[in-house]
């Protein structure tokens, strides 16, 4: 070998064995390639030729006894690219299709092409090569694979790497940078534009890992702020754990540790925030494991009424595994990631932390945002940093939005694709309950009028309770349920009205005008309960409101307040049917009007089918 092709095969394999590559794609192409004597054909542009050596390394370090072979032209550049590539056990085979009537080897590189692929060798060619056009399979490869009868595996590669100024924009690769190879699902004797459509679909995933897993400033000041915040981060914890917000024993899940393994098998990524998501969720996870009777999944929340709520699922412990989510900082999510190696992340509707995000696309995890929801004051917030939000809404999967405005957010942000399947919530079942208790509580109450005020937040439970008082002059009967959103505020609520409290097993009697359910999970019981109820979060305070379609789904007369801007097509979708209300008098006139019909017609949509199949196709392709 003389100077220069040594000096170049120096530089190549310290850049390429410098690299921190990311493999990932079809499981059964890599274990096609990395399975000795069973001759396959690899399939890759051309432009990433220079790159291809990295593909050998990795399956011979799986499997030493592959054979590699690989077709490259006669020319100057293909003689001096088997020269530097000879050393690491890949040998050229040289010839190339015939052009203008010139003889350039092609019948006899393809004799000897199929030999070594009898003979159960990998055999790798660059469809558009030598010379192009770029990007467009030529018949090489297609009569290949169909006269040797077997697969070809589409092979997309790309690292950190300068772009020489060639006919295809050859990589070249610069060294302790970042590469990805992507293998495509084999395909067997394909057509020409099928195995186009392939390759380009796995070329443009690679460049996209490539180009998410490399860091600009913010990210870096993101995980420095991240790790800077750590130690107040667990002084919070401390101090969240003292007041029963968090759950001895587990928290050192918010750092990414604690018991547990790993389950064999496919393992999906859900989280959702808190209550509301979790419920919306849930179906989804169902119509997942249904499909998939071999997968695991792994739901995570932030809050511990959340957690109780998945505690409750019938498959908990034994299908589905629980943990809290770590803190977005880099270490914590480290561990996180390493423990549990989700194939694809889901997170529900405005769960959007560009450290989790981040760290899941350098690992090529892809992350999917289900029931998407971005509030006009998200949206300003996230407009006022253009760069770091852009760069986040890219490296997402998919989003599939709630709605057009919501998706029109998404979109100028910078998300793509972006679906509008409809609102989650609109597709989940009835509210559970239980039945018995249900029974009990019908004979305490009798024939009383029940109104249940929902997930009051604070402001509210005083003009609700003020509209109840005034409507008693009319109904001195009626009996008055109050449901505040956070179960926790019951101590400070019974001592400021006086009131009795579900938590503290007090019932209500028949003078009762007031009874407070301070308990988690329990709005089908009560909506169950009620002939007429109102929606909190949306009288009072900054307000975005809460799921209508809850209450309406089992045919109770609602009404909300005015600020109702997190549920705008919710709204608008059963405007016919639900009552806003602007202050006290208007509740109370409403409370004493007579009960209103409900439309629960067009409630149910098959949102959680569509999502399902979407979700299975991106982690499997």
């Known amino acids: 070998m003389t100077l220069f092709p040594r000096l170049l095969r120096l530089w ?27 001759g396959t054909v690899v399939a890759f542009w051309h432009r990433s030729l220079t790159l291809s050596p990295a593909l050998w390394f990795w399956a011979r370090t799986l ?58 060798s990998l055999v790798g060619i660059t469809p558009d090569g ?38 295809d924009g050859l990589a070249f690769p610069l060294p302790f940078g970042r590469g990805a190879l992507i293998m495509g699902e084999p ?47 667990t002084v919070m914890l401390r101090i969240r754990l003292h007041r029963g917000r968090e759950l001895p024993g587990r928290l050192r899940e918010r750092m990414g540790l604690g018991s547990g393994r790993r389950p064999t098998g496919q393992l999906l990524w859900i989280h959702a925030a808190s209550v509301g998501e979790t419920l919306c969720a849930l179906p989804l996870a169902d119509a997942l ?11 995570t929340t932030a809050t511990v009424t959340g957690s109780e709520i998945v505690g409750r699922h019938p498959l908990y412990g034994q299908r589905i595994i629980h943990r809290f ?16 190696q989700p194939e694809g992340a889901i997170f529900v509707e405005s769960e959007l932390w560009p450290g989790i995000i981040a760290a899941c696309s350098r690992r090529d995890i892809p992350v999917m945002l289900v029931n998407g929801r971005l509030s006009d004051r998200s949206a300003r917030r996230w407009d006022r940093l253009p760069g770091p939000a852009q760069r986040m809404m890219k490296r997402l999967t998919w989003v599939a939005a709630r709605g057009p405005e919501d998706a029109a957010r998404f979109r100028r942000l910078g998300a793509s694709p972006v679906y509008e399947d409809g609102d989650l919530k609109q597709d989940a079942p009835p509210l559970p309950y239980d039945e018995s208790e249900y029974a009990r509580l019908k004979t305490l109450i009798g024939k009383r009028p029940v109104f249940v005020a929902a ?22 009967d009626l009996l008055t349920i109050l449901v505040p959103r956070h179960p926790a505020r019951g101590a400070e609520l019974a001592t400021r009205f006086g009131l009795p409290r579900r938590s503290m097993d007090q019932d209500p009697t028949p003078q009762t005008a007031v009874w407070l359910a301070d308990t988690l999970g329990e709005l089908g019981l009560f909506y169950r309960l009620a002939d007429r109820c109102f929606l909190g979060n949306s009288l009072a305070g900054k ?46 006139r409403w409370l004493e009007s007579p009960l209103p019909p409900v439309r629960a017609a067009g409630l149910q949509r098959s949102v959680v089918s569509v999502l399902r199949d979407r979700i299975l196709e991106t982690v499997e392709r």
């Open 12 to 38: 190549l394999g310290a850049c390429l064995h410098s690299t921190r590559w990311q493999v990932s794609g079809s499981p059964r192409a890599l274990e096609t390639l990395t399975t000795a004597n069973q």
């Open 63 to 120: 499997e030493p006894r592959l054979a590699l072979r690989v077709l490259i032209s006669r020319n100057p550049d293909g003689m001096l690219i088997a020269d530097v590539v000879r050393p690491w056990g890949i040998i050229g085979i040289h010839g190339s299709s015939s052009k203008k009537g010139k003889n350039k080897g092609g019948a006899a590189v393809l004799r000897t092409a199929l030999k070594e692929l009898e003979s159960g």
């Open 130 to 167: 030598p010379r192009g056009p770029a990007e467009q399979v030529q018949p090489g490869a297609v009569a290949l694979s169909r006269l040797a009868r077997c697969a070809v595996v589409p092979v997309g590669m790309a690292s950190t790497s300068l772009r020489l100024p060639s006919w």
């Open 187 to 233: 395909l067997f004797q394909p057509d020409a534009t099928t195995l186009q459509s392939a390759l380009n679909d796995v070329s443009r995933r690679a460049e996209s890992v490539v180009r998410h897993r490399q860091s600009n400033l913010a990210d870096r000041l993101w995980r420095v702020a991240g790790t800077l915040l750590a130690p107040a981060l």
């Open 289 to 299: 494991l249904n499909a998939r009777p071999e997968m695991r999944i792994l739901f």
């Open 325 to 340: 989510i770590p803190h977005d900082v880099p270490r914590w999510l480290r561990r996180f990631l390493n423990l549990w």
């Open 455 to 476: 997930s009051t937040h604070p402001g509210e439970e005083e003009r609700v309770l003020e509209a109840a008082e005034n409507a008693r002059r009319l109904q001195p």
């Open 543 to 588: 307000g975005g409101g809460h799921n209508p379609f809850e209450p309406l789904r089992l045919g109770v007369p609602t009404a909300t307040g005015p600020r109702m801007e997190n549920w705008r097509e919710a709204m608008a979708a059963v405007s016919d049917t639900i009552r806003i209300v602007n202050d006290v008098e208007d509740l109370t």
